[in-house]
């Protein structure tokens, strides 16, 4: 059974930048897509980003160029850099691996002056 693990939350000005990490235990991350959805407060879970195993991207039209979506197959980890953040990029970050259908926990990020 996988299990995964974000850190890296915080809070952090308008323009800040913040790094999340997700790291899966157990039997690791699947061989398909591993990626990132948001839920801000009073709204639905929407998609982020996501990156295959081939280390291929894909993000959400609202955080391309600003976010940047990695991974260390070795490690089973997964990151979202995210620069110039914005008080619209408030919400719960959660993992979501794309083969087995689990989700991470979640970790806050909080944009504010």
């Known amino acids: 059974q996988v299990q995964l693990v974000e850190s890296g939350g915080g809070l952090v000005q308008p323009g800040g930048s913040l790094t999340l990490s997700c790291t899966a235990s157990?039997?690791?991350?699947?061989?398909?897509?591993v990626g990132w959805f948001r839920q801000a407060r009073g709204e639905e879970r929407k998609f982020v980003a996501l990156?295959?195993?081939?280390?291929?991207?894909k993000y959400a039209d609202g955080v391309q160029g600003r976010f940047t979506i990695s991974r260390n197959n070795a490690k089973n980890t997964v990151t979202l850099q995210m620069n110039n953040l914005q008080p619209d990029d408030t919400a719960d970050y959660y993992c979501?691996?794309?083969?087995?259908?689990?989700w991470g926990q979640g970790t806050q990020v909080i944009v504010s002056s």
């Open positions: 979501f691996d794309f083969g087995s259908f689990y």
């Open positions: 157990g039997r690791g991350f699947s061989v398909e897509a």
């Open positions: 990156i295959y195993r081939s280390k291929v991207p």
